[in-house]
C-alpha cells in the first residue's frame, strides 16, 4: 500500500485521469473530491461489500415459490441490497430508487 501525506486541496493523480484532492479535515474525518471519467465506477469500500454480500446471499437463499418468482418488494430485498441501491442512488445523484 502506498501511504501519501497530503494537504487540504492538495490531490494525487491516479492513472493520468483520475485526481483525488483532500477538501477539507474536520477532526478525524476527511473529506475527499474525486474527478474522474464518467466510465470509472467508484464506490465507498463499505458499499461495495455490502453489495457483495447481498450478492452471496441472493445466491444461497432458497428459490421463490412459482407464484412469487416475480414478487420483488422491499418487503422481501435484503437490507443490505436495499442499503447499496440506496447508496448507489445517492452516489450517482438519482431522485428516487423505485422498488414496488
Do not use: C, F, H
Amino acid at each position: 500500500m502506498l501511504i501519501l501525506s497530503r494537504k487540504v486541496n492538495e490531490s494525487i493523480i491516479v492513472n493520468e485521469n483520475i485526481e483525488i484532492r483532500v477538501t477539507r479535515v474536520d477532526g478525524e474525518t476527511v473529506k475527499i473530491g474525486i474527478e474522474a471519467p464518467r466510465d470509472v465506477s467508484i464506490y465507498r469500500k463499505e458499499i461495495l461489500e455490502s453489495i457483495g454480500r447481498a450478492n452471496e446471499e441472493a445466491v444461497l437463499r432458497k428459490p421463490p415459490a412459482e407464484s412469487d418468482k416475480n414478487a420483488l418488494s422491499r418487503d422481501n430485498l435484503p437490507a443490505p441490497a436495499l442499503g447499496a441501491l440506496q447508496q448507489l442512488a445517492v452516489d450517482k445523484k438519482i431522485d428516487t430508487v423505485s422498488v414496488p
